[in-house]
């Protein structure tokens, strides 16, 4: 058998409230922090798409008095509604329609201008690094310095048969 003493279950009952309240919509709310409402996802979701042209649930649930009398001529015969009661019981049950959903929005030109400053800051970057970081280009890279290297291997006759030798008239002094 469990005992336990009145000051252990004391404690304990003492450590579940502090849990409770700390947590609890009282002490956000005492710290100026709204509490965010939870959604059951458990419960039927609305979305507005074109593969689901049909929600789980209706736009609207909770309808005020003139939306409950349009809903119960909804159940009469249809000829007798007018063209915007029709629509008001359209937006009842859905939020958008289908050329609303379709409807391209503006958010290529976010995308765009996050891709471009990305870019700009990469080119920044890679301008600070080739003024700051990397050294100067070797002295071998000048046009100068491969003239001479080429009349080098040309004077040495470097792979006769097929390189650089092979192409050059030694007699003409020129590329054959």
């Known amino acids: 058998m469990l005992h336990l003493s009145a000051g252990r279950v004391g404690s304990l009952l003492v450590k579940r409230a502090t849990a409770a309240l700390s947590t ?15 959604t059951d996802m458990s419960r039927p979701m609305y979305w507005d798409r074109v593969d689901l042209p049909l929600p789980d649930r209706p736009y609207k649930e909770a309808h005020s008095a003139a939306e409950k009398s349009l809903k119960q001529k909804e159940k009469g015969p249809w ?5 915007e009661e029709q629509l008001a019981l359209y937006r009842l049950a859905f939020r958008h329609t289908f050329p609303e959903i379709k409807k391209p929005s503006a958010e290529w030109k976010t995308v765009l201008g996050g891709i471009f400053i990305f870019l700009g800051f990469t080119g920044l970057v890679v301008w600070w690094q080739k003024v700051y970081v990397y050294p100067k280009t070797p002295r071998t890279f000048d046009e100068e310095w491969q003239a001479k290297q080429l009349k ?3 004077d040495m006759r470097v792979n006769p048969v097929e390189g650089f030798a092979a192409k050059w008239d030694y007699e003409k002094k020129q590329w054959k």
């Open 24 to 38: 609890s919509s009282a002490r956000m709310s005492s710290h100026g922090h709204d509490v965010a409402e939870t």
């Open 79 to 83: 000829g007798q509604l007018s063209k």
């Open 152 to 154: 080098r291997m040309l």
